[in-house]
């Protein structure tokens, strides 16, 4: 499945980035394969399961298998209430009135359960400043390098601002995606203010021109308050050299987090307000319905999913996909 | 941001007191109470359906103990058969009589393995080891220089062979390497890998039967949701860990991760990570964590441990004091040094229940202050110490002089010491409580 790139960026002429056949991962069963097949395959599964349990009667155990389906997927119990109480209503007032209608209602709710605002990412300024931010480990650094490659594609300059000067070799590590996409890196040296080479960062791709900046953070708890500030000032920084900058901030989540990313994706919210969710390491087993919970909970739009360590593992985000996946399996087994 | 499940628990067993026994249906209400909790800690929903039963079991018809409320009761009973689960010590590693003893980390990626070889290593190193380590990872951009720059910085000695090479060979010399320089432990880091990678499993699977390690720890970080169990299991398939080191435990995410690892493997969790300084590395201690899940602050642990510190004698004429309401300066400036004893304010607050530690970080206890009130005070005569009343303008100056403070913080702790005796003369006119630590919000 190839998406039409262009429709993913704000800001970017028209073309289309052809999926590499990647045999590899194809014969992993990655996240791409499986959606592939199983698509056809959970939708029989579900409505199977659901004939069985109900025909046309709504029980309990219906809405407790509903309800442990999206708990499994670490939607978490106050989104999870939501959806099925929308669900009960809608069962009680017929308009639900058999197993596809109720299948297909399911996914519907869920999906309109994520935030609805535009999930494009605004690279339509010179420079586009994108900041992303986020936990130890969740996939910052790499999606940065997938993000540049992406752009790259489309014909756009990306620079990348190692502004990660604490985790040590993270500005190697940020510099080898540098050279694989082909663009450039702005560093200082490690331990130093990661304001100070953000704001080089920034005056660096305005002197030359680059179309996007995109500014690597270090890891941080959202419980280290300090770390937490130095992200605020670190906006700020961007802020003074141009004022509407950052345009895009992204916060990256693991799609294994379980609860606590809620609260993660609140305080970052308070911190630096992110403008969306790259939900990432979906080619793992995990639903990632954490994100689900983040993006109804705090108002917050999913931009794109991280499928694998690539260049080119990342996609657009879709909420009716994630809906399927994320009853397929776990409705189908048990 | 959390009701604690405390407040929680209190609320289902409202109106409950002096009833003498749970009934099934408060036992139900409670244990609806127990299960939210759980999956809000992220417990897997199998593992919980399970504990809750348990819990149930047990907890019907229950006696409530005279000393203990309902509440109480039904706490004490679920934090027995968490910990049950859990495990009760903490289990050490496995030494082998033939330097080196091989540690092999294997994880999910992002979970840390890298931060905590150096740390592992760094924790070795007090306990009087000469660790190696051997940079494995060869797929992710610098992981190799990131070990290197971790060994540096602790003079630990890194083996690698460059991103070219293959794992299994790396390994295998890495070990020959740690003989050869006299390290009597190697510690082996992999590279991030999924569960469900076959080819990547096959890969360690490889290593392990390559080098034979006599530990394999699995990292897991400790925000990880349902998908724990999946990932623990095929990890186990693949190479029968030993062990779990939980990372990141400086969030605030509950862990119930470690529970559901811990239930379906059977495999302890043996280390907590927690911070990026490498020193923050320690034995894990089920029990407290026991509680961080249920999210009851570590209410046990604090209770326990106020009870070794505090002087039993001491609180008890501290009791007669109150109840006379003679509560003095030597008494406060007493209480203050007790409380330190058992380690600094801020992590005391944060075995409090009832007080989210989100919050709590936020809030950062100046512990300098308690410095402060302790110099007020000592530069006070025994006279003024037990009679405040006569600290008159000149008195308040010397004072403020003699702690190198001034004036303004005199008068402060002046009224808040007034605001505290008024309080302990309404307690000491009521029972006092046992432990003068219930003040901290035992639910009760
Ligand atoms: N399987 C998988 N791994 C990923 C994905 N994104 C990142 N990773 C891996 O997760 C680990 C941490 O990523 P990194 O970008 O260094 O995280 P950062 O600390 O947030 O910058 C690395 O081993 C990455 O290769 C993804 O979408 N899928
Ligand atoms: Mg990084």
Known sequence: MSHNWSDVFIGVEGRTIPDPVDVEQQKRGGWLAQ??????????????????????????????????????????????????????????????????????????????????????IDVAHTPAVILMVGVNGTGKTTTIGKIAWHLKQLGKEPLLVAGDTFRAAAVEQLSEWGSRVGCEVVKHERGGDPAAVVYDGIAAAEARKADVVIIDTAGRLHTQVNLMKELEKVARVIKKRIPEAPHEVLLTIDATTGQNGLIQARMFKEAVDITGVVLTKMDGTAKGGIALAVSHELDVPIKLIGTGEKLESLQPFDPAEFALELFGESLGRS | ?????????????????????????????????????????????????????????????????????????????????????????????????????????????????????????????????????????????????????????????????????????????GVEWARQKGRDVLIIDTAGRLHIDEKLMDEIHHIRNTVKPHNILLVLDAMTGQDAVNVALQFQEKVQFDGVILTKMDGDARGGAALSVRAVTGKPIKFASSGEKLDNFEYFHPDRVASRILGMGDVLSLIEKAEKTIDQKKARELEQRLRKSTFTFDDFLDQIQQVRKMGSISSLLGMIPGIPSAKLKGLQVDDKAFDKIQAVIQSMTPEERRHPEIINGSRRKRIAAGAGSDIHQVNQLLNQFKQVQKMMKQLGSGRMPKNPFQMFGNPS
Not at chain 2, 69 to 87: D, R, S, W, Y
Request: negative net charge.
């Open chain 1, 35 to 120: 959606l592939r097949d199983g698509l056809a395959k959970s939708r029989k599964a579900l409505q199977q399961q659901f004939a069985s349990v109900m025909f046309d009667r709504f029980d309990d155990d219906l809405w407790e298998k509903i309800e442990e389906a999206l708990i499994y997927a670490d939607v978490g119990i106050d989104t999870t209430v939501s959806i099925v109480e929308k669900l009960e209503a809608e069962a009680d007032s017929g308009a639900i009135k058999d197993s596809t209608g109720l299948v297909t209602r399911l996914r519907e709710v869920t999906a309109e359960h994520f935030c609805q605002d535009d999930r494009r």
């Open chain 2, 1 to 173: 941001m959390f009701e604690s499940l405390s407040d929680k628990l209190q609320g289902a067993l409202d109106g409950l007191k002096g009833q003498g026994k749970l009934t099934d249906k408060d036992v139900e209400r409670a244990a609806r109470e127990i299960r939210l909790a759980l999956l809000e800690a992220d417990v897997n929903f199998k593992v919980v359906k399970q504990f809750v039963d348990k819990v149930k079991e047990r907890a019907m018809g229950a006696e409530v103990l005279e000393s203990l409320t309902p509440v109480q009761q039904f706490v004490k009973i679920v934090n027995e058969e968490l910990t049950a689960i859990m495990g009760s010590a903490s289990t050490k590693l496995t030494f082998s009589p033939r330097p080196p003893t091989i540690i092999m980390m294997v994880g999910l990626q992002g979970s840390g393995k890298t931060t905590a070889c150096g740390k592992l290593a760094k924790f070795l190193i007090s306990e009087g080891k000469s660790p190696a380590m051997v940079a494995g990872d060869v797929y992710r951009p610098a992981a190799i220089d990131q070990l290197k720059t971790l060994g540096e910085s602790l003079n630990v000695p890194v083996y690698d062979e460059g991103d070219k090479a293959d794992p299994v060979d790396i390994a295998k010399h």
